[in-house]
């Protein structure tokens, strides 16, 4: 059981409904953000830039999700991982591929450019500083902006994981599992 109460609509001061209602889908808001609205502004602020993230970030949908992906692994939150393994699949991943993100070091299913990236997300999560090296692989093939969006992408979804589990929020069916078999 979630930490926090679920907010609902109601819950929520007339000003910001509107974020309500444009996180709904068939009238449902996800458990994050129903924990998250228990402080609305804060809540609205962490969309924006989430959603900036997403749109700017400098990476396709399909690797954007492998960073959130890996990085849902790294944290060991079920609950991104859940979430984004279907997001992922929507944008036209595999779950061979999918899968693979536990093990991409000897998976021959990344891009070279994929491979520098997961390096980076694996680097970030596990230290927050880059080596020179792994640093110079990932800019050596995408842009310096690429490079800030893949940074502050995993650093979003660490948090995320952090504020997942520290507030005990709970899936809103059964887990999919970590190697897609349930």
Not at 1 to 8: A, G, I, K, V, Y
Not at 121 to 133: I, L, N
Request: charged share 20%.
């Amino acid at each position: 059981m979630s930490r926090l109460p679920l907010m609902t609509r109601d819950d929520i001061p007339e000003e910001l409904r509107y974020v309500w209602d444009r996180n709904s889908t068939g009238g449902m808001v996800p458990n994050i953000f129903r924990a998250m609205a228990n402080n609305p502004e804060v809540w609205r602020a962490y969309l924006r830039l989430g959603n900036g993230l997403w749109n700017h970030c400098g990476l396709d949908v399909q690797t954007r999700e492998l960073v959130i992906l890996r990085t849902a692994i790294l944290h060991h939150s079920q609950y991104e991982w859940h979430q984004h393994v279907r997001i992922g699949r929507q944008a036209g991943l595999d779950d061979a591929k999918i899968v693979a993100l536990h093990h991409w070091k000897t998976s021959d299913l990344f891009t070279p450019t994929e491979r520098a990236i997961l390096e980076y997300v694996d680097a970030v999560s596990a230290s927050g500083h880059p080596s020179a090296e792994v640093h110079e692989r990932l800019a050596s093939l995408v842009s310096p902006a690429t490079v800030v969006g893949v940074n502050l992408l995993t650093g979003f979804y660490a948090m995320t994981a952090k504020f997942l589990s520290a507030m005990e929020v709970e899936l809103e069916g059964p887990f999919v599992g970590w190697q897609l078999q349930g």
